[in-house]
């Protein structure tokens, strides 16, 4: 990979924001958002590159975005694989007991959002949004709200095109953060 050049203010206002939460335990997101091929995924790789807290990274896909928690399902086997202990709370509703009984959303989101407290502090990032279908968008916004309500110290970095999807959060984390929310 080549150097990267410029966008020093962005890289700053994206650092400063991640390395809030931690060290204050609470929430802080960060939404990086503009039109294809302006370097929205290089910006943050660059931003978060020596991030040194327990990182979950997942992206959208086109093809998927019509698929009922698409994302969700890829941020959920993520999380598993952050920890011991967060495999340990995730495993049971991600491949529970043939002929048991299949979990509903609710026990889906909840072990998520007990998942991704069991760290000090968590960075999740994802890439492409404006692809992330209605399901997992929910999801996102039940791990914001969770990690509000508990102080876990979580940091939120999303990257996408303009787009419904991506306004849509940026107005519930509006509403939620307030000041907490960065937008780049």
């Given at each position: 990979m080549t150097g990267f050049f410029g966008r020093t203010h962005e890289l700053d206002l994206v650092r400063a924001a991640v390395a809030r939460a931690p060290g204050a335990r609470r929430l802080t997101a960060v939404v990086?958002?503009?039109e294809p091929g302006v370097g929205k995924t290089r910006l943050i790789g660059e931003a978060?590159?020596?991030?040194?807290?327990?990182?979950?990274?997942?992206?959208?896909?086109?093809?998927?975005?019509?698929?009922?928690?698409?994302l969700g399902h890829d941020l959920t086997r993520a999380?598993?694989?952050?920890?011991?202990?967060?495999?340990?709370?995730?495993?049971?509703?991600l491949a529970p007991e043939p002929g048991g009984p299949l979990p509903d959303w609710t026990s889906v989101f909840e072990a998520a959002h007990r998942a991704a407290g069991v760290r000090d502090s968590l960075l999740i990032t994802i890439d492409?949004?404006?692809?992330?279908?209605?399901?997992?968008?929910?999801?996102?916004?039940?791990?914001?709200?969770?990690?509000q309500a508990d102080g876990d110290p979580l940091?939120?970095?999303?990257?996408?095109?303009?787009?419904?999807?991506?306004s849509a959060l940026v107005t519930s984390l509006e509403r939620l953060l307030g000041e907490g929310l960065t937008r780049v």
């Amino acid at each position: 990979m080549t150097g990267f050049f410029g966008r020093t203010h962005e890289l700053d206002l994206v650092r400063a924001a991640v390395a809030r939460a931690p060290g204050a335990r609470r929430l802080t997101a960060v939404v990086v958002e503009g039109e294809p091929g302006v370097g929205k995924t290089r910006l943050i790789g660059e931003a978060l590159r020596n991030v040194q807290v327990g990182r979950v990274a997942v992206s959208a896909y086109e093809p998927e975005m019509s698929l009922p928690f698409s994302l969700g399902h890829d941020l959920t086997r993520a999380l598993a694989r952050s920890s011991h202990a967060a495999g340990q709370i995730l495993d049971p509703i991600l491949a529970p007991e043939p002929g048991g009984p299949l979990p509903d959303w609710t026990s889906v989101f909840e072990a998520a959002h007990r998942a991704a407290g069991v760290r000090d502090s968590l960075l999740i990032t994802i890439d492409d949004f404006q692809w992330s279908d209605e399901r997992s968008t929910a999801l996102i916004h039940y791990l914001v709200r969770g990690a509000q309500a508990d102080g876990d110290p979580l940091s939120l970095v999303v990257g996408g095109r303009r787009s419904i999807a991506v306004s849509a959060l940026v107005t519930s984390l509006e509403r939620l953060l307030g000041e907490g929310l960065t937008r780049v």
